[in-house]
T-cell receptor, first 113, second 115 residues
Framework: KQEVTQIPAALSVPEGENLVLNCSFT??????LQWFRQDPGKGLTSLLL?????REQTSGRLNASLDKSSGRSTLYIAASQPGDSATYLC????????????FGTGTRLKVLA | NAGVTQTPKFRILKIGQSMTLQCTQD?????MYWYRQDPGMGLKLIYY???????DKGEVPNGYNVSRSTTEDFPLRLELAAPSQTSVYFC??????????????FGSGTRLTVV
């Protein structure tokens, strides 16, 4: 059974720091992996989608990498800002079974001004 | 382009009442999903649909029903509401075609409280 883990559960950093959020999954048979941002009381906003054949994706200050064989993905945030404060979730889409994503429980990030 | 639209945004139900959470998407996505999110528990799949007329259960389907009569709409029905159904409900959609799988687009959620 596919399981997705995100460590740490919470993280506080001073403004301007570069930081890395981690996501690990137990089964490497995935179609893709997606990173989301969720602001308090809001829905999920897609940040980056990495297909299984890709190693990384970039969008602005965000860079997501995927190492399928080791079951790991990282989300790198450069020059963090207070506006980056949110919960970040990763989700994988397995190749077997049904068409759903499996979600981690998220990392709650706070960037201090 | 509205994306995925959920209504209502908030609702308070009494135990035993019923209601329908509405979800509609205008992206011609073939797959649609309903998740619930409880504090610290992550997202749990309730039901999903791979196309009009086709639905299937997810991890936590008990107490819910769905239908998919059109590509655009995927309503979630709560029968006999219970306090355990207090949660935030998210609808999502995605598109898959001949081996290419695109990511999810989420609605903004419905916050439901059962008292």
């Amino acid at each position: 059974k596919q399981e997705v883990t995100q460590i740490p559960a919470a993280l506080s950093v001073p403004e301007g720091e570069n930081l890395v959020l981690n996501c690990s999954f137990t089964d490497s048979a995935i179609y893709n992996l997606q990173w989301f941002r969720q602001d308090p009381g809001k829905g999920l906003t897609s940040l980056l989608l990495i297909q299984s054949s890709q190693r990384e994706q970039t969008s602005g200050r965000l860079n997501a990498s995927l190492d399928k064989s080791s079951g790991r993905s990282t989300l790198y945030i450069a020059a963090s800002q207070p506006g980056d404060s949110a919960t970040y979730l990763c989700a994988v889409r397995p190749t077997s079974g049904t068409y759903k994503y499996i979600f981690g429980t998220g990392t709650r990030l706070k960037v201090l001004a | 382009n509205a994306g995925v639209t959920q209504t209502p945004k908030f609702r308070i139900l009494k135990i035993g009442q019923s209601m329908t959470l509405q979800c509609t998407q205008d992206m011609n996505h073939n797959y649609m999903y309903w998740y619930r999110q409880d504090p610290g528990m992550g997202l749990k799949l309730i039901y999903y649909s791979v196309g009009a007329g086709i639905t299937d259960k997810g991890e936590v389907p008990n107490g819910y029903n769905v239908s998919r009569s059109t590509t655009e709409d995927f309503p979630l029905r709560l029968e006999l509401a219970a306090p355990s159904q207090t949660s935030v409900y998210f609808c999502a959609s995605s598109y898959s075609h001949t081996g290419t799988n695109y990511g999810y687009t989420f609605g903004s959620g419905t916050r439901l409280t059962v008292v």
